[in-house]
């Protein structure tokens, strides 16, 4: 059941800029880590980023340090995923989830966590 709902995507050249959105009605996000993950055809789902609940711990992995940025607007009810210098191997489908443990070098993703449906993100010339 989709708990979540991710906005934001689309089509954008090499380096370029997008910001991704995810929002629920169903629950306050800032009671919960929240985890960015994308799928590329043919690939297994990355864990591309995550925030801790109390804002302090964020995640990134390395194929994405210094490029991408995870924030919250709370008053918004809103996680975004700032995501710059993008490269072709950044396309992908890119989900939202809440239910998450998230630590500066990793997360853990619970069997229970609720997800979106997804946005696309091409990336190309």
């Known amino acids: 059941q989709v708990q979540l709902v991710e906005s934001g995507g689309g089509l954008v050249q090499p380096g370029g800029s997008l910001r991704l959105s995810c929002a629920t009605s169903?629950?306050?996000?800032?009671?919960?880590?929240i985890g960015w993950f994308r799928q590329a055809p043919g690939k297994e789902r990355e864990g591309v980023s995550c925030?801790?609940?109390?804002?302090?711990?964020?995640y990134y992995a390395d194929s994405v340090k210094g490029r991408f940025t995870i924030s919250r607007d709370n008053a918004k009810n809103t996680v975004y995923l700032q995501m710059n210098s993008l490269k072709p191997e950044d396309t992908a489908v890119y989900y939202c989830?809440?239910?998450?443990?998230?630590?500066?070098?990793?997360?853990?993703?619970?069997?229970?966590?609720?997800w979106g449906q997804g946005t696309q993100v091409t990336v190309s010339s």
């Open positions: 925030i801790s609940s109390s804002d302090d711990i964020t």
């Open positions: 989830a809440a239910e998450l443990m998230c630590g500066s070098g990793s997360y853990y993703l619970y069997d229970n966590a609720y």
């Open positions: 169903k629950f306050t996000l800032d009671d919960y880590a």
